[in-house]
């Protein structure tokens, strides 16, 4: 599925791996986490190909490594841990308060009067999602330089699969759009024409609960560093009534093209 420019979205890349080395494993083992690394650039043209390898098993966990690539290049590797819930203490960070998703707007609405800038997903796509802070395109716009953090809400378009562990799959589908988001707001940049590039470089997960995505889920992001052109994004992920679902970190590339251009 190709998400502007001409590339395959690496957020689709990750869950169809997910997805592939799920499909190895027991049917009730579910996925713990998740590690990818983007190694080469695709194009949008071509089918890409999935090779599973079983790492290991035990009587509770599985490990698989898959490999995805495309003309016979790398674009993706990645690693999963799968294993079955075992009676244990429990604890979890407390979701913040934010305003609720039905008061918000779909940022591809948002960013309608923008053209040129990066714009996730629209009223009609896969994912609806929402920013309970403004987009950084707008953001930056109206006060230049912000804080390190950003939080979005996101939901699917269609029905919830019924299977948790493709729910996971979703879920790190969903999570590529707005990982680096937190990152571009102390340089008051947003991607798209006239302000920066990115890419992503690698993308890990752990599975906390599992989720359902076809209710609203939020992401409550911050990024502790920025250095070279290397942005952290981390983000917690929560249920709309607050359970704790998973965290995830990624690591991004980020290039101004130009200075800003604001308005």
């Not at 502007?4 to 990750?14: A, E, K, N, R």
């Amino acid at each position: 599925m190709p998400v502007q420019w001409g590339v395959p979205f690496g957020g689709l890349l990750v869950a169809q791996a997910l997805a592939a080395a799920t499909a190895t494993t027991a049917s009730d083992l579910w996925p713990r986490s998740l590690h990818a690394y983007f190694v080469g650039v695709g194009s949008d043209e071509e089918p890409v190909d999935l090779r599973v390898g079983e790492v290991a098993d035990s009587r509770a966990t599985a490990w698989r490594s898959v490999d995805v690539s495309q003309g016979g290049r790398l674009l993706l590797r990645a690693e999963a841990m799968f294993s079955r819930d075992r009676p244990g203490p429990d604890h979890a960070r407390t979701m913040p308060q934010v305003p609720a998703p039905d008061d918000l707007t779909n940022v591809g609405v948002d960013l309608a009067p923008y053209p040129g800038t990066f714009t996730p997903w629209g009223p009609d796509s896969a994912f609806d999602l929402r920013h309970v802070d403004a987009p950084p395109r707008i953001a930056a716009e109206a006060t230049g330089p912000g804080e390190a953090t950003s939080q979005v809400w996101l939901k699917a378009g269609g029905a919830d699969p019924g299977d948790p562990r493709l729910a996971a799959a979703l879920l790190a589908y969903a999570s590529d759009m707005c990982m680096l988001d937190a990152c571009l707001r102390p340089a008051g940049l947003w991607f798209g024409d006239g302000s920066a590039s990115g890419l992503t470089l690698d993308h890990s997960m752990w599975f906390h609960a599992p989720a359902r995505v076809d209710d609203w889920l939020l992401l409550d992001l911050h990024s502790p560093a920025m250095r070279g052109g290397r942005g952290l994004g981390v983000a917690d992920i929560y249920a709309r009534d607050g359970e704790l679902l998973c965290s995830v970190a990624q690591l991004g590339s980020i290039r101004p093209q130009r200075p800003a251009t604001r308005g």
